[in-house]
């Protein structure tokens, strides 16, 4: 096995090497710090003016960086005249530095943790005044893509806390398995969630399919003739309307989310209105 010279990678024909001094930069220590301890490596002791030259520092920068040095633990000074300096085993320098930086860090995060309670305690509130501030616009969400539909009913049936009503017509968003779990995480928290079906959509397999499972899970479910739109509203406080282009075509996947609670309120009395009259869902019938 070829041994390696490591002192070759410090010092390079007197000269301080370039890649030492990046080593201990990285640790913490700066340019000057990091080429007067690698000077101070490569001998038993200094005097400060030979050490300046060794190092290549201005000579009236040399005092104060050897104090810096003897601070963190890096070098010793003898009691002589001219004083000598030398260096700390790297090992012992560098662990004990270690932890100076390791409470340094503890001391900062402790600091920051106690300036966030304080901001928080400033800034709550202010927020808390802000939610009593309503801009009309804020009453509506548009989405535009299955992708962002879809995420969004999700929340929102995983944000509800007593109960959901839906109409239910083609051309559908979600997929199967994103359906049962849009529907079963409000019933399995103990929600009452019901949907009305559009009779045409039930005449598709795949919709006949997911009711049929949704029943299972404890959705109460009813069939009409006609739905005006698909929608789905939660708790009285928000609903989502998907609205599909009359004209045909491509489906649109546009849908908006309204707030706006006297909003969701009419969309609640009309969906009373439609249940009283809709027909009981029974998966072994056809639908006529």
């Known amino acids: ?134 801009d009309p616009f804020q009453y509506l969400e548009v989405l535009r893509t299955s992708n962002s539909i879809a995420r969004r009913s999700l929340e929102l049936a995983a944000a509800a806390t007593s109960h959901a009503n839906s109409f239910v017509k083609l051309p559908l968003v979600l997929s199967r398995e994103q359906n049962i779990q849009f529907i079963h995480e409000p019933l399995k928290r103990g929600l009452r969630y019901r949907s009305i079906y559009e009779e045409s959509a039930l005449r598709q397999p795949e919709v006949a399919d997911l009711a049929r499972a949704c029943g299972e899970l404890g959705q109460e479910i009813r069939v009409c003739g006609h739905l005006p739109v698909k929608m789905h509203a939660f708790d009285g406080k928000k609903a989502l309307l998907s609205l599909q282009d009359p004209v045909g075509g491509t489906p649109s996947f546009t849908a908006i989310i309204t707030h706006h609670v006297g909003m969701v309120e009419a969309l609640n009395l009309a969906f009373e209105t439609l249940w009283s009259t809709a027909q009981e869902y029974a998966p072994g019938r056809k639908s006529s």
């Open 1 to 134: 096995m070829t041994h390696i010279d490591t002192t070759k990678q410090w010092c390079y024909n007197g000269i301080v090497n370039e890649k030492s001094i990046q080593f201990l930069m990285a640790v913490g220590l700066n340019r000057y710090e990091a080429a007067v301890y690698v000077s101070l490596l490569e001998r038993g002791d200094y005097a400060p003016a030979s050490l300046a030259q060794r190092a290549r520092i201005p000579r009236q920068r040399i005092y104060d960086v050897l104090t810096s040095l003897e601070e963190k633990g890096f070098c010793t000074v003898k009691s002589t005249r001219p004083r000598l300096y030398g260096s700390v085993d790297p090992a012992v320098a560098l662990r004990h530095h270690l932890k100076s930086k390791d409470r340094e860090l503890h001391d900062e995060l402790a600091r920051i943790e106690s300036q966030v309670a304080e901001t928080i305690d400033a800034l709550a509130p202010i927020y808390r005044e802000g939610q009593r501030e309503s």
